[in-house]
């Protein structure tokens, strides 16, 4: 399996990143972490080698990229307006740095995006804002408002609000999304989420995916038994969907 450890000084995150590459080929996907998790984490839990027999043959090839999530929604030692502000630096991050380097190394010109539990949530905000650059979206385990308190899931801003904050809420902005040239790109987007039944996220994913439905947006929810919200899950779940 091909393997690249990539490592560089973001002009937009002023710090150095680091990602890794698996495989050669085919689609290419964009793998966020979980929260605040590192870019190494899916392959030391098994997820990249459940995914080993498409990687080998060329069906796929992965992106595995690093979290900075405590210097964005988790720094709750800064305003929640620096928050939101970080994670914009991120997402530039991600267009102009990280998105350039897949476009060089595959030209298949298949572009997908993915994640688990809080990288669920990065994979489909960022399809959403910029529809056109992807045809494939997965969230597994993920929540799509960061400013709902779901159990012992906070909100992230502190009841805090801003545009910002408004057009990085994928439950908030596609409620009120009605440009028509901005909704035909993202029902051209496949979009899956999946989420455990007894997942404190199970009605947020319920109602996002009929908030979609709602504005004519197909998507497919998979409901899986118990919580779902582990590895061991996910190693399946990536087997079946990415």
Request: glycine share 4%; charged share 20%; with cysteine.
């Given at each position: 399996?091909?393997?690249?450890?990539?490592?560089?000084?973001?002009?937009?995150?002023?710090?150095?990143?680091?990602l890794l590459i698996?495989?050669?080929?085919?689609?290419?996907?964009?793998?966020?972490?979980?929260?605040?998790?590192?870019?190494?984490?899916?392959?030391?839990?098994?997820?990249?080698?459940?995914?080993?027999?498409?990687?080998?043959?060329?069906?796929?090839?992965?992106?595995?990229?690093?979290?900075?999530?405590?210097?964005?929604?988790?720094?709750?030692?800064?305003?929640?307006?620096?928050?939101?502000?970080?994670?914009?630096?991120?997402?530039?991050?991600?267009?102009?740095?990280?998105?350039?380097?897949?476009?060089?190394?595959?030209?298949?010109?298949?572009?997908?995006?993915?994640?688990?539990?809080?990288?669920?949530?990065?994979?489909?905000?960022?399809?959403?804002?910029?529809p056109g650059l992807?045809k494939k979206a997965?969230?597994?385990?993920?929540?799509?408002?960061?400013?709902?308190?779901?159990?012992?899931?906070?909100?992230?801003?502190?009841?805090?609000?801003?545009?910002?904050?408004?057009?990085?809420?994928?439950?908030?902005?596609?409620?009120?999304?009605?440009?028509?040239?901005?909704?035909?790109?993202?029902?051209?987007?496949?979009?899956?989420?999946?989420?455990?039944?007894?997942?404190?996220?199970?009605?947020?994913?319920?109602?996002?995916?009929?908030?979609?439905?709602?504005?004519?947006?197909?998507?497919?929810?998979?409901?899986?038994?118990?919580?779902?919200?582990?590895?061991?899950?996910?190693?399946?779940?990536?087997?079946?969907?990415?």
């Amino acid at each position: 399996m091909n393997r690249e450890y990539h490592k560089w000084y973001s002009t937009r995150l002023q710090r150095n990143m680091e990602l890794l590459i698996f495989g050669h080929s085919g689609r290419c996907i964009l793998f966020f972490p979980t929260r605040m998790a590192r870019f190494y984490d899916y392959e030391n839990w098994g997820i990249v080698n459940a995914l080993r027999d498409p990687i080998y043959n060329g069906d796929i090839q992965l992106f595995c990229i690093d979290s900075i999530d405590a210097e964005s929604f988790y720094n709750y030692w800064v305003h929640p307006s620096v928050r939101i502000a970080r994670h914009i630096q991120y997402e530039q991050y991600i267009l102009y740095e990280v998105v350039p380097l897949m476009q060089l190394k595959n030209t298949a010109n298949y572009l997908e995006v993915a994640g688990c539990s809080m990288g669920a949530y990065h994979a489909i905000n960022l399809a959403l804002k910029y529809p056109g650059l992807f045809k494939k979206a997965i969230g597994m385990s993920g929540r799509y408002d960061l400013t709902n308190q779901i159990q012992d899931f906070n909100d992230l801003f502190n009841g805090y609000h801003n545009n910002d904050v408004y057009f990085n809420m994928p439950r908030q902005y596609v409620a009120n999304l009605n440009d028509s040239h901005t909704l035909d790109a993202i029902r051209n987007i496949e979009i899956i989420l999946a989420v455990g039944e007894t997942d404190p996220f199970l009605n947020d994913n319920r109602e996002f995916s009929q908030l979609l439905w709602g504005k004519q947006i197909p998507n497919r929810l998979f409901i899986w038994n118990n919580y779902a919200h582990r590895p061991r899950y996910w190693k399946q779940m990536v087997q079946l969907y990415l």
